[in-house]
């Protein structure tokens, strides 16, 4: 009898430390994850503008009707956690008018490895600097000896009042698939 009272407060101690390392070991266990998300929504290079939302490139005016590509800067608005970017270049595209006042666009970038590729109006073709890849003006493969894995890629264009827009996404690199990046 005299041993219970003895040790009853001892192990009421013991008890209360266990319950409390408890709390502390979930709290721990629950803020990780809770500051990891944290982290993830204030990293500003999460805070991109919407891939593939339309933006307006140029006028039709602009766009002389010969059918000949023409390079034009894609220009679009970012956020990040605290701003918001008006107008930052974020690509390129060629653009061609083809009949009906129609337009075609192709991404600037070479899915081989990402280079950006010209316009040469010698032979028509839209040629990679570095390594050669050649595409026909529809953005097809020209030459099959060119390394890329697949042609240019094309982008949703249309002109809205006069104005030239495009859905404008960038795609991964160096596979035949066409994946839009993140
Ligand atoms: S990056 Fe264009 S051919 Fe290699």
Redesign the pocket.
């Known amino acids: 009898m005299e041993t219970k009272e003895l040790n009853g407060p001892v192990s009421d101690r013991r008890s209360f430390f266990k319950k409390a390392a408890a709390v502390v070991i979930g709290g721990i266990a629950g803020l990780v994850p809770a500051l990891a998300g944290l982290m993830v929504w204030l990293d500003p290079l999460r805070h991109k503008a919407a891939a593939g939302s339309a933006v307006k490139v140029t006028t039709l005016d602009a766009l002389p009707a010969d059918g000949i590509p023409r390079k034009f800067p894609v220009l679009a608005d970012r956020t990040d956690a605290w701003n918001k970017y008006l107008h930052v270049p974020v690509g390129a595209v060629y653009l061609r008018r083809t009949t009906g006042d129609k337009v075609e666009a192709l991404n600037v970038v070479?899915?081989?490895?990402?280079?950006f590729?010209d316009f040469r109006g010698d032979s028509g073709q839209f040629h990679?600097?570095?390594?050669?890849?050649t595409f026909a003006l529809d953005g097809g493969i020209a030459n099959p000896s060119?390394?890329?894995p697949r042609g240019l890629d094309s982008l949703q264009a249309e002109v809205r009042n006069g104005e030239v827009w495009v859905a404008f996404q960038n795609f991964k690199?160096g596979q035949k698939e066409k994946v839009p990046t993140a």
Do not use: R
């Open positions: 070479c899915p081989h490895a990402g280079c590729v990679c600097p570095c390594h050669n890849s060119s390394p890329a690199a």
